[in-house]
């Protein structure tokens, strides 16, 4: 059974830092590798969408990348803003049926900026 | 619809009642998946659809849970005698191409069981 897990369970930083979360999972045989942004009584924004035939993608001050092999991703945060407050979480999917099945997320990173 | 949209947003019930938590994704989307939260975890896998077809349903957790996406597109989770232990956040997503798998996801269903 596949288990995600994410490191650091929570952070806080002054506004301006780079920063790095971390997310490994137990079985490398992945379809693909999800980063998403959860704000309180919201749902959830997907920020990033990893193939598991790439290495990285990058979306503004966002960069994830993906080691298969080693079944580890990171999320790359630069010049970080108190905007990028929030809970991010890794979800990681298999293949199935000519595409993806369900995710199996993590239990997230809360992340605050403090101004 | 511009978004997923799920209703009821917040939903008390009282335990044995039978709820039903409904799913609007964006229009077109293909996919369409259901998810449990429980608090300061990460959603939890329930079912899929792809079109009106049931894909997956490994994740439900026993039989008083059932989904249905007749027409391809709105989706109903239904659970039977609720108890206290269903109280959770359920929440819906749906992605234009199952090969793609890029989902995205409505604010969620705050179920509460009394």
Known sequence: KQEVTQIPAALSVPEGENLVLNCSFTDSAIYNLQWFRQDPGKGLTSLLLIQSSQREQTSGRLNASLDKSSGRSTL???ASQPGDSATYLCAVSHYSGGGADGLTFGKGTHLIIQP | G?????SPRYKVTKRGQDVALRCDPISGHVSLYWYRQALGQGPEFLTYFNYEAQQDKSGLPNDRFSAERPEGSIS????????????????CA???Y???????FGEGSRLTVL
């Open chain 2, 98 to 104: 199952h090969r793609d798998g890029e989902l995205f």
């Open chain 2, 94 to 96: 749906s992605s234009p």
């Open chain 2, 76 to 91: 109903t989770l239904t659970i039977q005698r609720t108890e206290q232990r269903d109280s959770a956040m359920y929440r």
């Open chain 2, 2 to 6: 511009a978004g997923v949209s799920q």
């Open chain 1, 76 to 78: 790359y945060i630069a």
